[in-house]
């Protein structure tokens, strides 16, 4: 009877709700570990995984509003921005428990906040059957792991992910670099420090030490693949690593031109209490348990456990002693600052755009770019007294313009429409009448402040940088209309291609090459764009594979615009081209073959009757069509973010990837961001005015 009151009582409790963004073996520690705190005490827990890139977004817009999660893990760089959005509760945490750096991490203005969970920092894995000891000095990748770099069977003495500062941070402290200025707190990047580490990392490349373009799946690849000895990476690759190959984890070697180690940021992830958490004690209570039971957070997620008591492991040792050394990341707003302009310009030096010496150069003018200052605030009394002027003239003209002889039963239209009418409202007016008010604000650390007009202006005067340059307004617009037309030509060209193939009757196995043909417009399109992606890499992409076999020089294609944009152009065709095949095969089958018989017999040649039958006759169905794959063309966010991501250096992004960008990625200005999409929204309702025009004229024809 007991039991069954417990599971009564068990199953009537609200669960908790902890958000992650785990996967692998951490995410199964997690689950045991919830499981297990739901036996002791009673309290189920609810899991939910979260997308790491959209996780910060998440947590600061439903949070404040009494929503989300009661506990959520997270990386404490961003704790200051939750404690300014008072989205986290303070915690009593026992310093005694804790390494000495964990717990400075999780403070903010003499308060803790989180129980410190595991330490993040960089270390290097060794193949010990590829080498028998560690490299202790960076002149050793040169001389004593040259017979490893043989490029054309790919291989290499050393593989990370250059192309994030991340990864990068530990050479540049190593050559003695600092991040901040100590009397400004600004970043500075064109040092003769960052330009000695840009140097180093171009030397790797140009030697074949290590390869190009290099993301964390290739780092994988080649080191369970042994073809590589050497991986700098985190405690997280360790389950990412074939379970028959051996390997050791070293501390990370010393810059030979400066004799200083390099020393690599230090994250400490945490579990943190909801500020707003109808279950403070309960969620206190989970959020600690994790933290203490590391047990199962160390077997299966190979996790650092931030406890002065560690286990008896060698692994989990050699990452201690590699956090004891690292540099804690700074848990300030202006760390968030840092992380696009450093990239772009560790791309232009990996890519060769830039040269190591005036890439510093290159994320100082970034930098100073996308912090822009912000604008004056604004006396919003005109701007209300306005806008009830304009809705009190609005709902004038409407009711002097009601009809009751066109509108003779108004109360029964009404209540027909009223389902429609209030769907609308709420799902299309109400957002955007929101997105349209948040236009005129300026979002920093969690507060808004009215600016009137002022987002639009710094947009559309280019504002902190140059109208050629790829953070312009104009330069984006430019390469958006650019791209909606190469791809709506192509998509209607290459589809009504293919309709006129597949509606020929001598065509032998028509019905599968009509299913086969669907098939990339089936497929979701960021699992396309994700595969082109790979298609187009520099060193084991299947596109420069062929060219290498024609005898081709291979392309780096992300390196330079026009081979960005043309992989872009590639992959929206190969999705696109299905719809408008579609739409063209109906209209075709649709035509009377009686036109096309009467043109034989008056002599009309096929291109005749392509000219002045069919193209007139498929007009009506390929119109709206060509109109509908314009808008989707127009905003287009999936290909432009995964397969160019905008490379080089912004210059390949369109105005839906650069709004997100302003709202997501650079310091969370929403209103900015607003502003970018309100003038989209203007842009296509111009283009709606004007095909409603052509429409008409063709009509009228």
Known sequence: MPALLTLSLFLAATPLKLWHAYRGGEEQ?????????????????????????????????????????DVFIFAHERLRQFQRLDVVAPSQLDRAEYLEAAVDALEVDGR???YPLALKCLAMYRNTAL????????????????????????????????????????????FGGKLFDEGTGRSTMNTPEMAASFRFIRSLQERGTMPQEVS????????????????????????????TLSYAVDPLPVIAETGLPMRSFLGVEASFVSSRTAHPQEADALARFISTHFQKRVELGRQIPAVRDLPDDPFI??????????????????MARVWEPMKLALRAVLQGTASPNSAGA??????????????????????????????????????RGRSRERYPDLKRAITYVAPGAAGTLLLVIVPLLAGISLSFFHHEGGHYRFVGLANFADILASRGYSVTEPLSFYFTLAVTVLWTAANVVLHVSIGLGMALLLKSPLLRLRGVYRMLLIVPWAVPSYITANIWKTLFHRQFGAVNGLLIWLGIEPISW???????FAANVATNTWLGFPFMMVVALGALQSIPPDLYEAAEVDGASKWAQFRHITLPLLKPALLPAVILGTVWTFNMFNVIYLVSGGEPGGATDILVSEAYRWAFQRNEQYGFAAAY??????????????????AAAEGAT
Not at 48 to 56: E, G, K, T
Not at 150 to 156: D, H, L, S, T
Not at 372 to 390: E, I, M, Q, S, T
């Open 29 to 69: 520690a997690l689950q045991e570990l919830s499981k297990q705190f739901s036996a002791e005490t009673g309290n189920p827990v609810e899991l939910l995984a979260v997308p790491y890139d959209a996780f910060s977004a998440k947590l600061t817009s439903t949070i404040p509003h009494g929503a989300g999660p």
């Open 112 to 114: 803790h906040f989180g």
């Open 131 to 174: 080498l028998d000891r560690p490299v202790e000095s960076t002149a050793e990748l040169f001389e004593r792991l040259k017979p490893f770099v043989v490029p054309a069977q790919n291989r290499f003495a050393l593989a990370y992910e250059s192309g994030d500062f991340f990864y990068h941070a530990p050479i540049y402290f190593g």
């Open 216 to 243: 964390g799946a290739l780092v994988k690849s080649l080191f369970n693949d042994r073809k590589t000895p050497l991986v700098i990476s985190g405690p997280w690759f360790a389950g990412e690593i074939d379970p």
């Open 317 to 334: 040792a050699a990452f201690a002693t590699a956090a004891r050394t690292a540099t804690p990341t700074p848990n300030t707003l202006e």
């Open 362 to 399: 290159v994320a100082d003018r970034r930098y100073r770019a996308l912090n822009r200052d912000a604008p004056a605030a604004a006396n919003p009394v005109p701007w209300l007294l306005g806008l009830g002027l304009a809705l009190a003239v609005a709902i004038t003209v409407l009711w």
């Open 558 to 564: 992300f390196t330079r615009w026009a081979t960005a």
């Open 677 to 694: 999409s309100v003038l989209i929204f203007v842009v296509l309702i111009a283009w709606s005015r004007l095909t409603r025009r052509m």
